[in-house]
């Protein structure tokens, strides 16, 4: 069994931030679950380009509100507590906060830890183990 608490992640190579967002990944590959668990803050006033090309992930809101819109449809998605949006076609998309956005997070493939989005917005994919230690 893990029991790992927030508290716990905080301040190690698992708590990873950017000048938009803060992630405390609670789960990762290196724990051998076939997905990977965040909790991940949003700073107010961001936007965010992300396109996971390598990643389905699954978003649920627990704090604040902000927006998705998708690219190219420019479709327009409030985001509120309790609701969960599903990136399931790799859709490129703008993340907005309007205020300070709590979200938990969940990767498939999972990650290895330390990835951050590169230019074009995307996390990169890890396919073996010696690989995912130099990424962490």
């Known amino acids: 069994m893990i029991l790992r608490s927030?508290?716990?992640?905080?301040?190690?190579?698992?708590?990873v931030e950017t000048p938009n967002w803060v992630s405390r990944r609670l789960l990762l590959r290196s724990d051998g679950m076939g997905f990977s668990?965040?909790?991940?803050?949003v700073y107010p006033g961001t936007e965010t380009?992300?396109?996971?090309?390598?990643?389905?992930?699954?978003?649920y809101c627990v704090e604040g509100e902000g927006e998705v819109e998708t690219i190219p449809d420019k479709k327009i998605y409030p985001i509120r507590p309790g609701v969960v949006y599903a990136l399931d076609q790799n859709d490129k998309h703008y993340l907005r906060a309007r205020t300070k956005m709590r979200l938990v997070?969940?990767?498939n493939p999972p990650l290895t830890g330390r990835e951050v989005h590169d230019e074009?917005?995307?996390?990169p994919?890890?396919?073996?183990?010696?690989a995912a230690a130099r990424a962490s």
């Not at 074009?120 to 996390?123: P, R, W």
């Not at 994919?125 to 010696?130: C, M, N, P, R, S």
């Open 105 to 107: 997070c969940v990767f």
């Open 37 to 41: 668990l965040h909790e991940t803050t």
């Open 49 to 59: 380009y992300i396109w996971y090309a390598n990643h389905l992930e699954a978003v």
């Open 120 to 123: 074009n917005g995307v996390y």
């Open 125 to 130: 994919l890890v396919t073996d183990e010696a």
């Open 6 to 15: 927030l508290d716990e992640v905080k301040g190690t190579s698992r708590d």
